[in-house]
């Protein structure tokens, strides 16, 4: 009897420590974002109305094309999970070896590291396959609004490049999980941790030098007036902005955008070209000052401690939750256990980021109003602001759960928003 209740004892406390340790990642993510949360940027925005800056046929164009985008986005998500899932059964389902298989397996005791990557490597190419159709369909609206311009040939040039990056990606990823299984038994997320954050490091540092130049073509601006205006503008904020190039988004895409990539030697300022060619000069300037506001603050090197800070939490939710969910026999076939922790991985992964988009928001709205102060010119980045929109299609008024749960930037009335408090607030504190 005495027995009987110790075991129903352990047994309870393993059915109670799995939700523990995940409410402690989603604890501590949402404890990292609030500490970590950016808190000059700027006055509170203005509440604005979508009709007042674009007309009734731009809004409804851009829900149009961009709601039936969300639900394609979210039958994608429901499919990996999925296919994650029908490999995580099969995994728990596939029979014990025989002692003729034992024998075979012994003399080859090397080989589980090998058959850990290319599990890896064949659920990156099974999701690959499983999402395709969605992905062509997406890419026929975006191709129906005059948002792509890549041919379907070159499109399926980029799908098999992604696939084998994402492929090789997931073997290193496998390997590198069947190693610390071995060798570390339960205790493999503290070393998967480590690895997760030298991971996120080296592709930060890597991804603008080896994988981007795979996609496009980068070549740094040339001399002339936007070149002076970097410059000054990065003078006069105080920022070592490292290079600025121009990639060739154009084949791709009539959108725009800019962005920051890379560490250290890498680090970087990228305009697209159709930023370049389709914006005037006061529009691509403001957009230089929000990037180097990314720059003043580092935040691509804060974005690395927010998961240096989460990943030990995460990585034990993803351990635990892989336990419950996997085979039972992981430990004597560790290839076994890459399908569990995939799903894991993906499921405690979707939720954290959620976390983290609200970090990016406030970032985003800190680098925003940075440029403001740089610029002191808010009535051009409303006129940025509504000429982005409607060159990338986006909906300038996004439901409020597409923005809390998808949003990495603030929605375009919130930064419209923004910059009408900046001006107000000027008119009122003119030595501000």
Do not use: C
């Not at 948002?147 to 098999?160: C, E, F, H, K």
């Not at 610390?180 to 997760?196: E, T």
Request: hydrophobic residues 50%; glycine residues 6%; positive net charge.
């Amino acid at each position: 009897m005495e027995r009987a209740a110790e075991r129903k004892v352990r047994v309870m406390r393993s059915f109670l420590r799995l939700p523990a340790v995940v409410l402690a990642a989603v604890v501590v993510a949402q404890t990292a974002v609030t500490i970590m949360s950016p808190r000059e940027t700027g006055p509170e925005p203005a509440v604005v109305s979508s009709r007042e800056y674009f007309t009734p046929r731009q809004i409804d164009r851009a829900q149009d094309f961009r709601s039936p985008q969300l639900v394609l986005y979210g039958m994608t998500v429901a499919i990996e999970l999925a296919v994650l899932i029908g490999l995580t059964r099969r995994a728990r389902r596939r029979p014990g070896p025989t002692p003729a298989q034992r024998a075979r397996v012994a003399s080859v005791a090397r080989r589980p590291v090998l058959a850990g990557a290319a599990t890896g490597a064949a659920i990156s190419l099974a999701l690959t396959l499983a999402t395709l159709p969605l992905a062509a369909v997406s890419r026929q609206r975006a191709i129906d609004v005059g948002l792509s311009t890549r041919s379907w040939i070159g499109w399926a040039q980029d799908v098999l490049l992604d696939a084998a990056i994402g492929a090789a990606l997931a073997a290193i990823g496998g390997a590198v999980l069947v190693l610390v299984l071995r060798r570390f038994g339960r205790a493999w997320w503290a070393p998967g941790a480590a690895a997760v954050v030298a991971f996120a490091v080296v592709l930060t540092y890597l991804t603008p030098v080896v994988i981007e130049p795979l996609f496009n073509r980068f070549t740094p601006l040339p001399a002339g007036t936007t070149r002076t205006e970097v410059l000054d503008l990065a003078g006069r904020a105080g920022v070592q902005v490292g290079q600025v190039y121009v990639v060739d988004a154009s084949k791709r895409t009539t959108g725009a955008n800019a962005y920051v990539a890379g560490l250290g030697a890498t680090k970087r300022v990228v305009l697209y070209d159709t930023l370049l060619r389709d914006f005037p000069p006061g529009q691509v300037r403001l957009v230089v000052a929000h990037e180097l506001g990314h720059v003043h603050h580092s935040d691509v090197p804060r974005g690395l401690l927010w998961v240096a800070i989460v990943a030990p939490f995460g990585m034990l939710a993803v351990a635990r939750l892989a336990e419950r969910i996997g085979p039972d026999d992981w430990r004597a076939r560790p290839a076994t256990a890459v399908p569990a922790v995939a799903l894991a991985l993906a499921l405690v992964v979707t939720a954290t980021t959620t976390i983290s988009n609200q970090l990016s928001r406030r970032v985003e709205a800190r680098a925003d109003y940075f440029s403001l102060q740089l610029t002191r010119d808010p009535k051009t980045l409303i006129a940025f602001q509504q000429r982005i929109a409607r060159a990338n299609v986006s909906n300038p008024d996004p439901p409020g759960w597409a923005s809390f749960l998808l949003g990495t930037h603030p929605p375009t009335l919130e930064r419209i928003g923004a910059a009408v408090a900046f001006e107000e607030r000027r008119s009122v504190e003119p030595g501000q």
